[in-house]
């Protein structure tokens, strides 16, 4: 059987050595993910303040949260589908404007969120 790679805290450290790569990358070459990462740093205080109580905080953080993750994402995908080839597929195509739709849902999710906890009663 051949080696599977490290285990444990050292597979863990490794992994998070990766993740910091990513996290990097999309810093480095998605002014999106820019422009998400500095509202986040703004709306996740504001979300911790304005929240009454536990629930409506992490309501409020986890919205935010949830689109610099799914812009990631995005990234990745249309990373991988560029990295395939410039002529246009239908299937490269669809692959990239669903990635894009899922930002979209993102965004209208923390709208959606922040609405209902800071406005509805």
């Known amino acids: 059987m051949a080696d599977q790679g490290p285990k444990g805290l050292a597979r863990f450290i490794k992994a998070s050595g990766y ?9 480095r070459h998605e002014a999106a993910f820019r422009q998400e990462a500095c509202l986040s ?34 990234s990745a995908i249309e990373a991988v589908v560029d990295r395939h080839g410039a002529e246009y597929h239908e299937l490269a195509g669809r692959a990239k404007d669903m990635a894009s739709a899922a930002v979209a849902l993102a965004i209208v999710l923390v709208v959606a969120v922040w609405v209902l906890v800071l406005f509805v009663d």
Do not use: C, D, F, H
């Not at 740093?41 to 905080?57: A, C, S």
């Open 19 to 27: 993740s910091w790569q990513g996290l990097r990358a999309a810093w």
């Open 41 to 74: 740093l703004v709306l996740i205080p504001l979300g911790l303040y304005l929240g009454e109580n536990g629930v409506e905080k992490a309501l409020l953080v986890t919205s935010v949260m949830l689109l610099p993750i799914t812009e990631i994402i995005n």
